[in-house]
């Protein structure tokens, strides 16, 4: 029996209360720096006859919390045929951050995929990554006769862009999760 | 540490000097008698390393060494269904031994009730010895504690889950290492215990009415991890083990050695674990592998007579890797998967590679021990013990972002207690003790993502007080505890702009349980425990907010949540009329007022990615019963077999549903062929066990994205036997797991919706004591 070792012991019940007791609050969070989040996808359609632009804005700035998103609907016009071109910002950032970027950085990794059950529409992808396979950032829309419905867009990440079907823009075999998923109305007019 | 291996194998030494024996006509002799019985135990194998001589009791259990020189001698005494005994006697004169050995029915590895241990008293309770974990050395903490009765797991993946003990798991029961209520983040179903079971002596769970001398969260249900008996041979001896799994392709090491050097008792240990991709009866599960690296430092040191002091220091870390095709973004990704035969991602070939998702922990354990002893009945223990636990999740990510964890938190825990023990002169056992713990819970801010659980520091003090006593027929124990919480919360805001919000909580905690045993015959005894307890909300219930991968949906806390309370009352008989045939009966009820769980909304909230259910915490009255049933019938001859049966029922009344992730009902049975040897072969053992785990038919449809899988059998094959290989005894075992290869999936299990549970997998292990 040593009278160190009881000191090294008293020592470390010491150094225990010490620690346990220096601290009541927790410090002030660090609010982090959502740069991988994206807020808004903004659609823009150039019409191929006398390049008139139309814009149309998916936004939700708090991300998933509580407030709904605002979606605006897109009126189109019949028999046109549209260049389309979809960018993806954070608008928590300031100046809002090209999430765009980092998705065509990463061409391989991602697809979009523009589904609807509307007859009057088709969509055909107009990009291609370093394999040759879609991306879908860069579309060509044609329109034909008037109807009205839904186009839902959706990026996936990480997709097996080589399977069956997933090139042509069926997105039944391709996996990956979703990144976005947006539903927006709409409206071919005469 | 307490250790039931310390009461269970009781040595009685009773040393009798005779004659000054000459040099090398020493004898030594003894009998081996049943700890339970005190009836001779016939076969059981005495062998001396250092002397390379052996005996077998005989039909008296009694054995005779002879010719002995004088000196060390090491002893080792097996025998079938009991963990093999070491002993050293410094030898001088003929010596007369009397050694018990408990060999209770350890069919599917259970060992019986043992009275007057701290924390246990009464409560109807279940271990497994070091021996089985062994053989389950590829697997983790629930897994290994699947087998017993009225147990089950939760989680995502086979190995990356949690235990179940009579329907209620996390936050709701208490993980006790080392006498250390283990702090992590028990909260996600996902988040396995950091605690490796191949460092453990035992693990027992106790499913009593309360857990009173833990502080923390429990309902009544402990699961107890604790470590060997301290050696008590001058000399360094030790143990290694290999163990290889097919599944996987699983490899372990462990290896421990100790030593009661003159001026401190000693044991190092340490287990190394890797495994690669998983496979169903027909495919690979990507990404399933594991990594894990164990190591433990005991010291004990005794200074005159009343001074004892011990240091335990323990570090698991684990790397786990979740399926690939697990990840998904949306509700209509899930769809997709739940469609789907194989999951997404599955490759031909085997890997051993982790990559996202995945999840890689740390977790330490320190824990400094004073023990004052005033005399034999009256004594004081000091205990201070700081955990940290450092989590971080790793998820695919853009923009390789991937290497960046996606959730990240940092967890201090110190905790302080002071214990008082005391026996009455009218043998009423006393223990009561004063608490102090503080939990300081860090988000790491490296992930670019709002954290799921805020930071936090919460203070608890806690008191409590136990009393038992028992008669010739009679047993009581009674108790009670308080605990005052003041919880500090800083959160961050998921609108927009984000900003901080401080919270301020308090809450208080009383627990009381009583339990009584009455022995009616020598052949039957029944018990019945009492116990109230209450919870405060955990962490996330209160504030967790934003997408949850686990549930595929917005989990959203209420600040304003208060306590649950419970209150558990189980009866147990058991009846054991010959030394064949054993029966054991439990049945309980359980219900709880405020009972937190999550409530699904109607409302889908749109993002970005897609529309999410939303998932609300939510208070109801809950109410869980169950029974629990167990034969064992050992005739003469080599033959044994068990059976055991749980039935488990949870429903919230309040709303007239059935609770979710409640175990399915489930019977166990094993048929053991056991001989004393073979040749050279000592203590062989076969076994063919079956595990059938019926269908979960009390959950309504709109509970699940999807059915609960069908009822499901395994069936496993093992073959083990022990071998004096010059101076060490060698332990060698195979099995075999889900021997058919069948496809099934498990409900408490959340990779089945992606992908079926595990197919055959064969085990070998090899192991070696020196």
């Given at each position: 029996?040593?009278?160190?070792k009881?000191?090294l012991?008293l ?7 010490l620690?346990s ?7 002030t969070p660090?609010i982090?720096?959502e740069e ?6 903004k659609w ?6 006398n390049q008139?632009?139309l814009n ?6 708090d991300?998933?919390?509580g ?14 045929s549209y260049s389309a071109?979809?960018?993806l ?6 100046p ?8 065509s950085a990463e061409?391989?990794d ?7 059950s ?10 291609s990554d370093?394999?040759g ?12 006769d ?5 186009l839902?867009i ?8 080589f399977?069956?079907?997933?090139a ?9 999760e ?6 927006f109305n ?5 | ?6 009461l269970?194998?009781?040595?009685a030494?009773?040393a009798?000097?005779t004659l000054l024996?000459?040099?090398c006509?020493?004898k ?9 019985s005190?009836?001779a135990?016939v076969n059981?194998?005495?062998y001396?390393n250092?002397?390379?001589?052996g ?5 008296q259990?009694y054995f ?5 020189c004088e000196?060390?001698l090491?002893l080792?005494i097996?025998h ?7 002993i050293y ?6 010596t007369?031994l009397?050694?018990r ?5 350890e069919?599917?590895n ?11 008293a009464l409560?109807?309770q279940?271990s497994l010895s070091?021996e089985k974990i062994?053989?389950n ?6 897994t290994v504690?699947e087998?017993?009765n ?6 995502n ?5 949690k235990?179940?003990?009579q ?10 290492n ?17 605690i490796?079971?191949l460092?453990?002596g035992?693990i ?13 969260s ?7 991890v ?7 041979d001058?000399?360094?001896h030790?143990?290694?083990q290999?163990?290889?799994?097919s ?6 090491l462990?290896?421990r ?13 340490a ?8 496979k169903?009866?027909s495919?690979?599960l990507?990404?399933t ?5 164990n ?8 200074y ?10 323990s ?9 690939r095709?697990s990840?998904?973004g949306?509700?209509s990704?899930?769809?997709l ?7 997404f ?13 995945r ?9 400094a021990?004073q023990?004052?002893t005033i ?6 223990e000091l ?5 940290l636990?450092?989590?971080?999740e ?9 290497s960046?964890p ?6 201090n825990?110190h905790?302080?207690e002071?214990k008082?023990?005391?026996l009455s ?5 006393w223990?009561?003790a ?10 790491v801010?490296?992930?670019g993502?709002l954290?799921?659980v ?16 028992q008669w ?10 308080a605990?005052?919480?003041v919880q ?6 998921n609108s ?6 401080r919270?301020?909580?308090t809450?208080?905690?009383?627990k009381?349980?009583l339990?009584l045993s009455?022995?009616f015959?020598e052949?039957l ?5 009492l ?10 219930e209160?504030?967790?907010s934003?997408?949850h ?6 989990e959203?806390?209420d600040?304003?949540?208060g306590?649950?309370q419970s ?5 147990d008989v ?11 009966a439990l049945?309980?009820?359980?219900p ?6 999550l ?10 990615r897609?529309?999410?259910?939303v998932?609300q915490y939510q208070?109801s009255?809950a109410?869980l019963?169950?029974i629990?049933l167990?034969?064992?019938?050992d005739?003469?001859g080599?033959l044994r ?9 949870g429903?919230?009344?309040e ?19 056991q001989l ?8 062989v053992?076969?076994?063919?066990a079956?595990?059938?785990?019926f ?8 509970q699940d ?7 499901y059998?395994?069936?496993s ?17 195979i ?9 099934y999936?498990?409900?408490?299990n959340r990779?089945?919706?992606?992908a079926n549970d ?6 070998l292990g ?5």
């Open positions: 029996m040593t009278k160190n009881l000191r012991l020592g470390v019940f010491a150094l225990g209360t620690v007791c220096s601290k009541d609050e927790p410090e660090v982090p720096n991988e989040l994206i807020t808004t996808l823009q359609l150039i019409s191929v006859d008139d632009t149309f804005l998916f936004r939700d700035l991300g998933d919390g407030n709904a998103p605002t979606i605006e609907t897109m009126d189109l016009k019949a028999n046109t071109r979809v960018q910002l954070n608008e928590l950032e300031n809002a951050e090209d999430i765009t970027e980092e998705v061409a391989e991602h697809q979009f995929f523009y589904q609807t509307m007859t009057g529409l088709s969509v055909s992808y107009a990009d370093l394999n396979n879609p991306v879908g950032i860069l579309t060509n829309l044609s329109t034909t008037t109807s009205s419905g839904e839902l959706t990026l996936l990440h990480m997709p097996n862009k399977a069956n079907g997933v042509a823009g069926d997105i039944t075999e391709a996996g990956g979703s990144d976005i998923s947006i539903s709409l409206n071919v007019k005469p | 540490m307490l250790n039931p291996k310390k269970f194998f009781f040595l030494l009773l009798s000097s024996a000459q040099k006509k020493i030594v002799s003894g009998n081996i008698l049943d700890l339970k005190n009836q135990i059981a194998t005495i001396s250092d002397r390379q001589q005996a077998l009791s005989d039909s259990g005779e060494l002879k010719n002995l000196g060390e090491h080792l097996s079938i269904g009991c963990s093999p005994r070491s006697i410094n030898l001088r004169a003929d007369n009397t050694i050995l408990d060999h209770s029915n069919v599917l259970e060992v019986a009730v043992q009275a007057d241990q701290a924390g246990r409560a109807p279940k070091a062994s053989e050395a590829g697997s983790d903490l629930a504690l087998g017993l009225g147990l089950a797991s939760i989680g993946g086979a190995k990356v889950s235990p179940v003990v329907g209620l798991y996390g936050n709701r029961i208490s993980l006790v080392n006498g250390v209520v283990h702090s992590g983040q028990q909260w996600g179903n996902d988040h396995a215990p950091e490796d079971p460092m453990a035992s027992s769970v106790l499913k009593g009415s309360a857990a009173i001398e833990y502080m923390g429990s309902l009544g249900s402990v699961v107890l604790e470590p060997r008996a301290m050696p008590t001058p000399h360094v030790g143990a290694a290999y163990h290889y799994e599944n996987g392709r699983g490899q372990v462990n290896a050695v100790e030593q009661k050097a003159p001026w401190i008792i000693w044991r190092l240990a287990s190394l674990k890797k495994s690669g991709d998983q169903t009866a495919y690979y990507r990404n592998g594991r990594e894990e690296a190591t433990t430092l005991h010291l004990e040191k005794r005159a007579k009343k001074w004892q002091t011990k240091l335990y220091y570090l698991n870390s684990s790397k786990l890797g979740l399926l095709g990840q998904i949306n509700l990704d899930l769809q998967a739940l469609e789907r035969d194989e999951p991602y599955t490759q031909e070939d085997f890997s051993y590679s982790i990559d996202a998702p999840q890689e922990v740390q977790h330490h354990l320190l824990k021990t023990l004052y005399d034999k009945d009256h004594g004081f205990n201070y013990s700081w955990q636990n450092e989590r971080q790793f998820d695919l990510r853009r923009a390789e972002r991937s960046r996606a959730l990240s938190l940092s967890q825990n905790f302080w002071l008082y023990h005391a002169a009218q043998k009423w056992h223990h009561s004063l608490q102090y713990n503080l939990r300081d819970n860090y988000n801010p490296e992930t993502i954290p799921l805020p930071d936090y520091i919460s203070r608890e003090w806690g008191a409590f007080f136990r009393l038992h006593k010739e027929k009679w047993a009581l124990d009674v108790g009670a505890r605990d005052y919480i500090n919360v800083a959160s961050i805001s927009s702009p984000r900003e901080v919000i919270n301020r909580n809450f208080f905690n009383p009381a349980s339990a009455y022995q015959t052949a005894k029944a018990n019945v425990n116990g109230y307890s209450q919870r405060n909300p955990a962490i996330n209160l504030y967790s934003g997408l991968q686990g549930v595929s949906g917005i959203e806390g600040p304003n949540l306590e649950e209150f558990k009352a189980s009866f058991s009846y054991r009329p010959n030394e064949h045939w054993n029966f054991e049945s309980f009820v359980q709880i007022s405020n009972f937190i769980y409530q699904p909304q109607q409302e889908l909230r749109l993002t970005i897609g529309a999410f259910p998932f208070q009255n109410l019963h169950g629990e167990q034969a064992n019938f005739p003469e080599p077999f068990d059976a055991n049966y749980s039935y488990l029922k429903d919230n009344r709303e007239g549903i059935p609770l979710v992730f409640m175990p399915p009902n489930r019977i166990n049975a094993a048929v053991n062929y004393p040897s073979i040749g050279a072969w000592e203590k053992e076969f076994q063919i079956n595990r059938f785990i269908e979960q038919k009390h959950l309504l449809p709109s994205f999807v059915a609960p899988p069908p009822s059998n395994l069936v094959l093992k073959a083990s036997a022990a071998r004096q290989i010059g101076q060490n005894r060698w332990h060698f075992f099995k075999a797991d889900n021997l058919f290869n069948i496809a999936r498990d409900y408490l990779q089945r919706y992606f595990l197919g055959i997998n064969i085990s090899l192991g070696l004591k020196f």
